[in-house]
């Protein structure tokens, strides 16, 4: 299988215009994050997006992707971590424990803050086969 990681436990104190986290700031009706999250439902050869968020923020969450995603039944919401490593860490035992981790399943962690273009993504997903991929994604409004 082919997992999303998409890691939103940020606490986003830089924006200070805010009063919610970066990613969960609205944007045409939608937080950012469902977004992104839509962008990387593009890409057909994920089985499954797990996002790590803060816990304070995984009802928000669960109920924004019903609404928005364009594939709920393919998003898993988590608690994350601490820490950026923590989360991914989060995520691996969440996948281990929903599904099992086999020699050929592939985790690809998104990080939202950094720009690739989504054909970039979708070309990657396709080539990969046996990694743990680390890479960005921004925000990509088509």
């Known amino acids: ?5 998409m890691l939103a436990g ?11 986290p970066k990613q969960f700031i ?4 939608a937080p950012v994050i469902i977004h992104t999250l839509n962008n990387m439902l593009k890409v057909e050869r994920f089985d499954l ?5 803060r ?8 109920k924004a992707a019903a609404e928005h995603a364009s594939h709920p039944e393919k998003v898993r919401i988590i608690a994350g971590g601490k820490e950026r490593m923590d989360s991914i860490r989060c995520v691996t035992d969440a996948i281990e424990r929903d599904n099992g981790i086999g020699a050929e399943d592939v985790v690809i962690v998104v990080l939202q803050h950094h720009q690739i273009q989504l054909q970039k993504l ?3 997903v396709n080539q990969e086969k046996n990694a743990i991929l680390l890479l960005s994604l921004s925000l990509w409004l088509m």
């Open 49 to 53: 997006i797990y996002i790590a968020c």
């Open 122 to 124: 979708q070309k990657m």
């Open 55 to 62: 816990e304070d923020y995984i009802e928000y969450l669960k």
């Open 1 to 5: 299988m082919i997992y999303g990681a």
């Open 26 to 29: 609205e944007i045409g009706g």
């Open 10 to 20: 940020g606490s986003g104190t830089r924006v200070k215009s805010s009063d919610v």
